[in-house]
């Protein structure tokens, strides 16, 4: 990852397009923003999200739907209030339902 600066930016906008009421994978993130094997790398730039009123980070889950234990802005609690909100349907066990939700890109 030569410019931290520029990879940021490109998994930024791909965050900032993740609809209302959908959710994407750190993976999938990673895939739109030009490497697939940048998940760590999302995780760390929405941690360090400069604007999550923009970029919804809370938007953005595992590959199994669980949500952030350590998700910057609230904690996991507010994270799925956020979803929640916005209609984001959850299974049993707390995971998002990925089936119902999964954002592909647009």
Not at 16 to 44: D, Q
Not at 46 to 72: K, M, Q, W, Y
Not at 81 to 105: N, S, Y
Request: charged share 25%; net charge positive; proline share 6%.
């Amino acid at each position: 990852m030569k410019n931290a600066s520029n990879t940021f930016d490109r998994i930024y906008k791909v965050v900032a397009r993740i609809p209302e009421g959908k959710v994407c994978t750190y993976g999938h993130v990673a895939l739109l923003a030009g490497n697939r094997r940048w998940s760590r790398v999302v995780g760390f730039a929405l941690h360090v999200n400069p604007d999550p009123e923009t970029i919804p980070c809370h938007r953005v889950v595992n590959r199994f739907g669980e949500l952030s234990r350590a998700f910057a802005f609230g904690g996991e609690n507010r994270q799925k209030e956020l979803l929640d909100a916005e209609g984001v349907p959850f299974l049993p066990d707390g995971r998002v339902d990925l089936r119902a939700c999964m954002w592909w890109g647009d």
